[in-house]
């Protein structure tokens, strides 16, 4: 029987504008995605930044921890969250419309959540030797093709205010959501051999 002696635990913050990533992180108060629970203003605890040109900032994650092995099957659990206390908004900004797109920013989050189960699972088997590697060079090719798509979701939408971009972007995250439903679950289960 194969057992998996070590845990592994990758987490990215990933976010919603260009600023640059904190250096460290506090235990903030985070949100898990749920297709049933939407982001309100009251989630936004951080202080707005006066010196941004943002409106809103969103704090998003991915994290991936092994939670259960057993006969060469490890379940590597991949989480989203929302950030309460690191997303702002700034005072006389919180707009239905505004809110709205930050919530794609989390709805986004969830598809490369959702991607990354789909990656790891498709691979037959992991070598046990390599396992963390393999995972690890995984879930960074899939941090920036997030990356990049959320750029390109600012920038095309232009912060929300290109309302017509806006409302492309709102069906193109809906369909992929949908498109990736096989993959909304906590964990990859993945065969790991000697």
Not at 11 to 18: A, D, K, M, T
Not at 23 to 33: F, G, K, Q, V
Not at 138 to 163: A, P
Request: aromatic share 14%; net charge positive; hydrophobic share 30%.
């Amino acid at each position: 029987m194969l057992y998996f002696k070590y845990f592994i635990t990758i987490s990215i913050l990933l976010f919603s504008s260009s600023e640059s990533l904190p250096l460290e992180t506090n235990n903030s108060e985070r949100i898990a995605w749920e297709k049933n629970y939407q982001l309100d203003w009251t989630d936004f605890n951080g202080r707005a930044k006066k010196t941004s040109s943002l409106d809103a900032y969103t704090m998003l994650g991915i994290s991936l921890e092994v939670i259960g092995q057993k006969d060469g099957k490890v379940d590597i659990g991949v989480f989203g969250y929302f950030e309460k206390n690191k997303s702002w908004v700034k005072p006389g900004e919180k707009t239905d419309h505004l809110l709205s797109h930050e919530r794609k920013h989390f709805d986004l989050c969830e598809v490369y959540r959702r991607k990354l189960i789909k990656k790891l699972e498709a691979k037959k088997s992991y070598k046990y030797d390599s396992f963390s590697k393999e995972v690890g060079q995984m879930f960074n090719e899939n941090f920036e093709q997030y990356t990049k798509e959320q750029e390109r979701y600012d920038e095309e939408t232009h912060h929300s205010q290109k309302k017509e971009s806006q409302i492309k972007w709102n069906k193109f995250i809906t369909k992929e959501l949908l498109r990736l439903k096989k993959y909304d679950k906590i964990a990859a289960s993945l065969n790991v051999v000697d």
